[in-house]
């Protein structure tokens, strides 16, 4: 069974630290990992030039290093060992990939800010470039895992994200229903119509998913279709799991099917960027 042994946290200095933190200590308390590392990235070349002289003679690596300490003690109530991290690169990215690899890292934890806050580009790019989980938390989240919800488009790709949920649920004892979102290719949509095509559609989306279960032996988990209608494949899952009180959605880091997407830098991007309340997990 999939195991979390190694989880890195990024931290930024911002306010969104402390929820991390505390979702942090959640996963410690919940998976009982070996270790959790949480990572900030000094990037001095953002640093105006009004300042540099300012802070030239001050050991700024040690007055971070402090600052998160303490907020660690604060926030991190799990008995987990941890160690804090602090680096200059001028590319958050590389060093996040060099860590991964270093500790042999298994889940990220990024924050998700409000939209006026960040756009999640650095989370988004991660999401891409990184080989392991990633999990993206917006602020103020809960560390709560009662209703785990998982995306599917029926893909081969699609059906390893059950392996993390199942995971998760063994440990937490989370309820596990699977989803699909369907929309209509928009090509195909002046030359059909909609209300004869719609039972259709969903009856051979409901037989996919049977197969698709029983073909990756998939059990302990309900069935849940939507079309997507008006909206994105992202804003459908969003809006239905914030209806239904979901506390974590589960994607693979690829799919692949004509009437759903959840490819990387699709569904799974626009879910990283968009406000949303509950967290993100990208499986790969």
């Known amino acids: 069974m999939k195991k979390v042994n ?35 990235n000094i990037k001095k ?12 003679d001050l050991d700024l690596e040690t007055m971070i290093s402090d600052e998160l300490d303490e907020k ?8 987990t060992e941890f160690e804090v991290l602090i680096s200059e690169d001028p590319y958050t990215e590389s060093l996040m990939s060099y860590v991964v690899h270093k500790y042999a890292i298994d889940l990220v934890v990024v924050g998700k800010k409000k939209i006026t806050e960040g756009s999640g580009g650095i989370s988004e790019k991660l999401m891409k470039t990184l080989k392991c989980d990633i999990v993206s938390v917006p602020e103020n989240s809960l560390g709560s895992m009662n209703n785990i919800w998982v995306g599917t488009d029926f893909s081969r790709e699609s059906a390893k994200s059950f392996e993390t949920a199942s ?22 949509t002046p030359y059909i119509e909609k209300d004869a095509m719609l039972p259709k559609i969903q009856k051979h989306s409901q037989e996919k998913f049977d ?11 309900t069935t849940k279709i ?18 239904e009180q979901a506390d974590l959605m589960v994607i693979a880091s690829k799919g692949n099917n004509v009437f759903s997407s959840l490819l990387v830098g699709s569904v799974a991007g626009e879910l990283f960027k968009m406000k949303r309340n509950i967290p993100i997990w990208i499986s790969k």
């Open 6 to 40: 190694n989880i890195l946290v990024a931290l930024d200095l911002s306010t969104i630290d402390d929820t991390l933190i505390q979702y942090a200590s959640f996963l410690a308390d919940t998976l009982k990992p070996e270790k959790i590392y949480f990572v900030h």
């Open 45 to 56: 070349y953002e640093i105006s030039e009004i300042f540099q002289e300012q802070l030239k």
């Open 72 to 79: 660690v003690a604060q926030h991190f109530s799990a008995s």
């Open 167 to 188: 995971m998760l649920a063994n440990y937490t004892g989370a309820g596990v229903s699977s989803i699909h979102v369907y929309s209509i290719p928009i090509q195909f």
């Open 211 to 221: 197969k698709f279960l029983k073909r990756y032996l998939i059990t302990d988990t």
């Open 226 to 243: 939507f079309r997507a209608k008006d909206a994105s494949v992202a804003e459908r899952l969003v809006l239905e799991s914030d209806k």
